[in-house]
T-cell receptor, first 112, second 112 residues
Framework: GEDVEQSLFLSVREGDSSVINCTYT??????LYWYKQEPGAGLQLLTY?????DMKQDQRLTVLLNKKDKHLSLRIADTQTGDSAIYFC????????????FGKGTSLLVTP | DAGVTQSPTHLIKTRGQHVTLRCSPI?????VSWYQQVLGQGPQFIFQ???????GRGNFPDRFSARQFPNYSSELNVNALLLGDSALYLC???????????FGSGTRLTVV
């Protein structure tokens, strides 16, 4: 999706925290999602946040939303090698109806 | 509970042929969406159906069509296949199409 931007690659050491960033341009975004995709697999929904929230925490995952800057981040605490995958940010806006608009994905590599 | 199931998992077709992809949503989910994911890109929205009615359509040519059946399963049809139609086709289901979307593992279509 041309309106959702993510850095393409992130490398972290096992046990460290990972922070994956996403920017979006549509201020009418209602829901923002994080999906994980492992090689050869479909998309796994990790978490989503409604646009009237600033933060959402779910076990090792923390999502922060800065509506002013249209910035979304996903923090993974105590990153494990099994977290290596591609992470997609997606938005659903009042203009897009029910469609999700995805970024190109951030490839996370966790090294021992 | 079974997740979203898609069939077939892999498919090879020749240019100009027709293809039908199938999706069964999670039990109780009434909405099915279709996405196309080209290698190295994020998924692109094709269609969404809710209660057997088309509720959204992405920027895809008329060669792409879909339908939803009374049991909420869905088919995606693509006519006159082009090489550029080679992609992973993902189906997503949700309760009403406004909350978290659960994706299947996809159908890998190769057009030769």
């Amino acid at each position: 999706g041309e309106d959702v931007e993510q850095s393409l690659f992130l490398s972290v050491r096992e046990g460290d925290s990972s922070v994956i960033n996403c920017t979006y341009t549509d201020s009418s975004s209602t829901y923002l999602y994080w999906y994980k995709q492992e090689p050869g697999a479909g998309l796994q929904l990790l978490t989503y946040i409604f646009s009237n929230m600033d933060m959402k925490q779910d076990q090792r995952l923390t999502v922060l939303l800065n509506k002013k800057d249209k910035h979304l981040s996903l923090r993974i605490a105590d990153t494990q090698t099994g977290d290596s995958a591609i992470y997609f940010c997606a938005e659903r806006t009042s203009n897009s109806g029910y469609a999700l608009n995805f970024g190109k994905g951030t490839s996370l590599l966790v090294t021992p | 509970d079974a997740g979203v199931t898609q069939s077939p998992t892999h498919l090879i077709k020749t240019r100009g042929q027709h293809v039908t992809l199938r999706c069964s949503p999670i039990s109780g989910h009434k909405s099915v969406s279709w996405y196309q994911q080209v290698l190295g890109q994020g998924p692109q929205f094709i269609f969404q159906y809710y209660e057997k009615e088309e509720r959204g359509r992405g920027n895809f040519p008329d060669r792409f069509s879909a339908r939803q059946f009374p049991n909420y399963s869905s088919e995606l049809n693509v006519n006159a296949l082009l090489l550029g139609d080679s992609a992973l086709y993902l189906c997503a289901s949700s309760l009403e199409g406004i909350d978290g979307y659960t994706f299947g593992s996809g159908t890998r279509l190769t057009v030769v």
